[in-house]
């Protein structure tokens, strides 16, 4: 009797599980994000497809006003955070709507890749993520000719944006606007570097910077910089790096120029950004009662 018991539970438990299988799963709407797009635009220049994630202001559907436009990079990590953000504080009233441009990449990931052959200006073998990505290093310029000769025009003959333009970038990103404001400043009218890697290519871009201080007495331009107080790897400190550059910058009296550095307390790299673009945005379009 105890064994026909068993035999009998046993089975009723297997058909349990059965069934169970055999039910579809239940599904749920996912959460996306109101007055986003996506475009796809193919560079010419750059020989690369690229994936445009769009914010647009809360009310650009119903007026008729052009927006100022900012430009990420990263736009996996970056395009949440910054959407997020500008809107809780354009909702208040104390931030202009903004349209939103962050440049992703069509096409299988391959973050490592992408980011070190658009991001850095020159090629250098050494450091970065190591020799097997840094083999395709010094695509910047190529990248920047797809911002300004395809990106650029793009945006501008599909939305109503003012000329105002803002560049955002964080670690190579930064770099990368780093080398954009002291070669073609006029690009964009406002910069914010998160900890841009200063390091890279033996200290590059002070030398960048000090060419075009030879040159030019005028940078109208609004920039931040900012860094973690925990940025330190086995390039050296970041800290020291952004100080000493934001000297250098201060040390040539540019005319028109308006810059402001932060190092947030107990940051580290990874970790920054969201304070950086939140306090570096607020500096570019602030507007408090």
Not at 202 to 211: D, I
Request: aromatic content about 14%; hydrophobic content about 35%; charged content about 20%.
């Amino acid at each position: 009797m105890t064994r026909v018991f068993v035999f009998s539970l046993l089975q009723s438990l297997l058909s349990t599980v059965l069934c169970a299988q055999e039910q579809p799963a239940e599904t749920f709407s996912p959460v996306t994000l109101p007055n986003t797009e996506i475009r796809l635009l193919h560079s010419n220049q750059a020989g690369v497809d690229y994936k445009l994630y769009i914010s647009l202001p809360q009310n650009y559907r119903t007026d008729s006003l052009s927006y100022p436009v900012v430009f990420m990079l990263d736009a996996d990590y970056s395009f949440a955070i910054a959407r997020n953000i500008c809107e809780h504080i354009a909702e208040r009233n104390q931030m202009p709507g903004l349209l939103l441009v962050a440049i992703a990449y069509d096409g299988p990931p391959n973050y490592r890749v992408n980011r070190t052959r658009d991001y850095t200006p020159t090629y250098s073998p050494e450091r970065g993520y190591g020799p097997e990505y840094q083999k395709h290093s010094g695509g910047g310029e190529k990248f920047r000719s797809f911002i300004r000769e395809e990106l650029l025009p793009f945006i501008a003959s599909h939305y109503r944006v003012t000329q105002e333009r803002t560049f955002v970038g964080h670690s190579y990103g930064g770099l990368f606007g780093a080398w954009v404001l002291f070669t073609t400043p006029e690009l964009f009218k406002n910069y914010v570097l998160v900890s841009p890697s200063l390091w890279y290519d033996k200290h590059l871009m002070f030398g960048v910077e000090k060419t075009f201080a030879e040159q030019h007495t005028e940078l109208p331009v609004k920039l931040y910089l900012t860094v973690g107080s925990r940025e330190f790897s086995s390039q050296g400190s970041m800290i020291t790096d952004l100080q000493n550059f934001a000297a250098q910058i201060t040390s040539h009296n540019y005319t028109g120029l308006e810059m402001r550095t932060h190092v947030f307390d107990d940051e580290t790299h990874n970790s920054v950004f969201p304070l950086g673009f939140s306090k570096g945005i607020r500096f570019m379009y602030e507007r408090l009662p």
